[in-house]
């Protein structure tokens, strides 16, 4: 019973067309119509001394933990501060920013196959091969 079903999986895959790659690719339009805020980069946990003579950093070594965000800009490596308030808020929009970034790959994965299916089907169509 499994084979015939991974059979039948395998004949799905097998004939998907450029109708259902577009019907697809409308459906991930839709969900980019669900995005947030979102921002990019990495966050990281920074440790470092304050500055001040009388903390803990520079009397008993320990150092304050902090998050930045690092970007780039025309091939510079950026780093701002989060602030404590906004660690959450930022987390998710950089979460946002992934997600985003998934769903346009599968967009441009499915469009690149209707690209390469078009020819083929369009000869299919005319009953050549």
């Given at each position: 019973m499994n084979n015939s079903k991974i059979i039948q999986m395998n004949k799905y895959k097998m004939e998907i067309n450029t109708a259902w790659l577009k019907r697809k690719g409308e459906g991930l339009l839709k969900k980019l119509a669900g995005v947030g805020p979102f921002v990019d980069g990495s966050i990281a946990k920074v440790k470092r001394r304050c500055g001040n003579k009388n903390c803990k950093c520079c009397l008993k070594g320990q150092k304050h933990e902090s998050y930045c965000l690092h970007y780039k800009v025309a091939g510079v490596t950026k780093a701002v501060y989060i602030p404590v308030d906004m660690e959450d808020e930022v987390m998710e929009w950089n979460q946002e920013?992934?997600?985003?970034?998934?769903?346009?790959?599968?967009?441009?994965?499915?469009?690149?196959e209707i690209i390469r299916r078009h020819v083929k089907e369009k000869r299919r169509k005319k009953g050549r091969k």
């Amino acid at each position: 019973m499994n084979n015939s079903k991974i059979i039948q999986m395998n004949k799905y895959k097998m004939e998907i067309n450029t109708a259902w790659l577009k019907r697809k690719g409308e459906g991930l339009l839709k969900k980019l119509a669900g995005v947030g805020p979102f921002v990019d980069g990495s966050i990281a946990k920074v440790k470092r001394r304050c500055g001040n003579k009388n903390c803990k950093c520079c009397l008993k070594g320990q150092k304050h933990e902090s998050y930045c965000l690092h970007y780039k800009v025309a091939g510079v490596t950026k780093a701002v501060y989060i602030p404590v308030d906004m660690e959450d808020e930022v987390m998710e929009w950089n979460q946002e920013h992934k997600r985003l970034k998934k769903i346009i790959a599968e967009i441009n994965r499915a469009n690149k196959e209707i690209i390469r299916r078009h020819v083929k089907e369009k000869r299919r169509k005319k009953g050549r091969k």
